[in-house]
């Protein structure tokens, strides 16, 4: 057997491999970059055979930083971003060549036509979590009205990673963290729920197996060996999403622990051995079996690459703007920053827009760049302090992903 794991992840910015050794540590790392398609304010598409394209060169370049360690992989296990919505038909070719991501607010008009004939005490009941513009039950729910063809032909609804595993075994499966979070699995049964599926149209048989996270999903198939230049046959698992995969790489996995993981989005969660039902709040089960209550900002590390772009045409890096917001004054020199920059996915008004607030002439761009971060921190305090009002506070908070690089923001959040 062999010494190495590959991982992958589907990041909404990019496709990640490495290279891990038995004892966690990383021996090699690659990144191809993609694109959000954005064609018109609120929607946030992207191309799943990116994802493929991005995978294969990932992981052929971490290979090649070490020789001879293609035969040395004993496992491949995938996470990505969630809820991103894609549909296979019976031979497994995409029915929709782009995709609606988690970020995507095209679904609003279906999420407020659900809570005008479905109680809200229902849904919380049945799902775990309040009807949102996220889940994949509504994202379905408008390719149906609105692509019935590409519908129509759909065998399977694959979330990211479920859908590289598939190009990797030829299998189709959906682990737990992510059918928590579909709004159509029953919390309580931990099965697809038939009655979330009658409420919102989805066809039972849409949904493909549930597994656990850790379970082996297959082995890597001929096809998918030759364009990585692997063996055939290397075990294949399941997967979570890349927030849970987070929370557990970061060692949150006991009742009462905290974590604040800021990629592209900020998520503030507390693990439990129960659930919160609560409006700000979300549920999702964790591999280990916890619940995680979860709040969250959309705008997290996508508001600093908005910045880059918006302010610089990209040719800041990310330290070049934290080492220009450490140049202004706790505060910003009273500018305020909302980070509503594609709408807000669990809150009262999902299509909010982002603005800077009280912007004056005297202001540098070292108080646009530091406000852009204290936007951000004040938003995910907001959030924490609601869903926890009356409950136990975290013991400690983790923090994790590209936001605990920098030390400026982790100082803010403190």
Request: hydrophobic share 40%.
């Amino acid at each position: 057997m062999g010494d190495l794991y590959l991982a992958v992840d589907v990041g909404t910015g990019g496709l990640r491999a490495a290279l891990v050794d038995r004892t966690g540590r990383i021996l090699a790392y690659a990144h191809q970059e993609h694109e959000q398609i954005v064609p018109q304010f609120g929607w946030s598409e992207q191309r799943p055979m990116e994802w493929w394209k991005g995978t294969i060169a990932s992981i052929r370049k971490v290979l090649e930083k070490i020789p001879g360690s293609a035969e040395r992989v004993s496992a491949i296990c995938a996470c990505g971003q969630m809820h991103g919505t894609v549909l296979v038909d019976a031979q497994g070719k995409l029915t929709l060549d782009a995709v609606p991501l988690w970020n995507d607010k095209r679904t609003v008009a279906q999420v407020d036509a659900f809570k005008k004939r479905v109680p809200h005490e229902k849904s919380l009941s049945l799902a775990a979590n309040i009807p949102a513009p996220a889940w994949p039950a509504f994202k379905l729910m408008w390719i149906k009205e609105n692509h019935p063809g590409a519908f129509n032909r759909a065998h399977h609804v694959l979330m990211p990673k479920d859908w590289i595993n598939f190009k990797l075994t030829g299998a189709f499966a959906q682990d737990y963290t992510e059918a928590s979070l579909s709004f159509l699995m029953d919390w309580k049964t931990r099965e697809w729920s038939d009655e979330l599926c009658d409420l919102t149209g989805v066809p039972r048989s849409l949904l493909p197996p549930l597994r656990e996270s850790y379970d082996v999903l297959g082995g890597l198939s001929r096809e998918a060996a030759q364009q990585l230049n692997l063996p055939e046959g290397i075990p294949v698992l399941v997967g979570a999403g890349d927030y849970p995969m987070a929370l557990l790489g970061s060692g949150v996995i006991a009742s009462g622990m905290g974590s604040d993981v800021t990629g592209t989005s900020s998520i503030i969660t507390v693990l439990r051995d129960d659930i919160i039902l609560d409006d700000e709040a979300a549920n999702v089960l964790m591999p280990n079996g916890k619940w995680g209550v979860m709040t969250l900002v959309d705008a997290g590390g996508d508001a600093i690459r908005w910045a880059r772009r918006a302010l610089h045409e990209n040719k800041l890096s990310y330290d070049d703007v934290e080492l220009s917001a450490s140049q202004s004054r706790a505060g910003s020199n009273s500018l305020f920053f909302l980070p509503y920059l594609s709408g807000e996915r669990v809150a009262q008004k999902p299509n909010s827009r982002a603005q800077y607030f009280g912007l004056k002439a005297e202001h540098t761009m070292h108080d646009l760049h530091r406000a852009v971060l204290e936007g951000v921190a004040f938003s995910v305090r907001l959030k924490l302090d609601k869903f926890t009002a009356g409950k136990a506070k975290p013991d400690r908070i983790v923090a994790a992903s590209g936001g605990a690089k920098s030390d400026l923001w982790l100082k803010i959040k403190a």
